[in-house]
């Protein structure tokens, strides 16, 4: 008993100094702002260099999609808000005017449709599209989430299958830019999971099962991070056939990079919980650290090659420890195990691991191009009534 009160006593006493060691602050005058211009081709000694800029962003009501709106509109870009909440969003337009709004349900495909065919009437050229609206749908839910309108999962829907028919609909407009961006909002959740889910079956002629109802197969209790993973491996793979694949962003020359913000205090965790107790206690400030990666990811061009950002060493461990897992340990459930002791040892360490701009590499599985090409394909196919 004596041991054990020790153990605990170190572990508070740990726990009590990384909580002491302040959050790294964003350099936006030294860093940012000199990396924005670049990016912009301005030579104007100015804090607005995106002010001939067009930016999307969806999700942008809430969470890191609300900070790079705020962030990105400082630095002088017409920033469109994607919500499908309208109160969020007058009241978003009512903290920045210079922003224009639309709302969008990312949950259903036509909706998507519908505002994308708006959009372009609106935007006939958009420089950065920022795919980010994303949603768990609860780790006590174990038999996943709902289908969606189209009879799709619904996580898998609103994280990957609406930006892939957003990002279909809008690249021509993104074409016309000068210096077009696609971001994805990933996740080191990825490495949870090795693809199989995400592979349509063509002896059955069966969708992928990330796609239907539920998320994933497999064990119950791993259900929903399963659904969440799958989603934003599925993000990874579309970033990469897009540069590969898609003929409008090929000739354009696109900047097509999917990006990990690490534990960021927001509202995916739920609110009232532990989790989020943990989350917005350990997890990198929204407004603060929390869009390090994706703002170095978005305007980083003199790095074309890198296409996967963090912006904590924490997970590099998962680099490791997962370089050369067999496909029994998913089928097992030892690899969820796994990913979630490892992401949780990342939310109470990363602020102490902070890293600026740091390229980092995505799962062994991630760089599959048979996965990503059968993905795409099966996606074309699955949202072509809606182009």
Not at 146 to 164: A, E, I, K, R
Not at 303 to 322: G, H, V, W
């Amino acid at each position: 008993m004596g041991l054990l009160w020790k153990a605990s006593a170190v572990i508070a006493a740990l726990i009590g100094i990384i909580l002491a060691v302040p959050y790294r602050e964003l350099d936006w005058d030294a860093v940012i702002i000199p990396m924005a211009q670049n990016y912009a081709e301005s030579s104007k000694d100015s804090a607005k260099p995106l002010s001939d800029k067009i930016v999307l962003v969806t999700g942008a009501t809430s969470g890191i999609g609300l900070a790079l709106t705020r962030a990105l509109s400082k630095m002088g870009a017409q920033v469109v808000a994607l919500g499908r909440n309208p109160k969020k969003l007058a009241s978003l337009k009512e903290e920045i005017p210079s922003v224009r709004t639309f709302k969008i349900d990312m949950g259903d495909l036509e909706s998507v449709s519908k505002a994308s065919d708006q959009l372009l009437q609106a935007f006939p050229t958009i420089d950065i599209l920022i795919n980010n609206a994303g949603m768990h749908d609860g780790g006590g839910n174990i038999f996943g989430s709902p289908p969606n309108p189209q009879g799709f999962d619904f996580v898998f829907t609103v994280n990957y299958l609406s930006h892939f028919l957003l990002t279909e609909k809008l690249a021509t407009a993104l074409a016309n830019s000068t210096r077009p961006v696609v971001l994805q909002t990933s996740s080191s959740y990825h490495w949870a999971v090795d693809g199989s889910d995400l592979i349509p079956d063509e002896s059955t002629g069966s969708p992928p099962v990330a796609s239907q109802p539920g998320g994933s197969h497999g064990f119950y209790i791993f259900r929903s991070q399963r659904s969440y993973a799958n989603s934003k491996l599925a993000q990874i793979y579309h970033a990469r056939s897009l540069q590969e694949r898609h003929p409008a962003l090929i000739t354009s020359k696109a900047r097509i990079v999917s990006f990990c913000p690490g534990w960021v205090g927001t509202s995916i965790g739920g609110t009232n919980t532990i989790e989020s107790f943990l989350i917005n206690n350990f997890g990198f400030p929204m407004e603060g650290w929390g869009i390090a990666s994706p703002l170095l990811a978005m305007f980083e061009i003199d790095r074309p090659d890198e296409d996967y950002y963090i912006n904590t060493l924490a997970f590099k461990s998962i680099e490791f420890l997962f370089a050369n897992l067999p496909a029994w340990a998913y089928r097992s459930g030892i690899r969820d195990v796994m990913a979630n002791v490892l992401a949780n040892f990342g939310l109470v360490v990363q602020r102490i691991m902070p890293v600026a701009g740091y390229p980092g590499k995505s799962s062994p599985e991630s760089y599959s191009f048979a996965n990503r090409n059968a993905l795409y394909d099966w996606s074309q196919a699955a949202v072509a009534e809606w182009l």
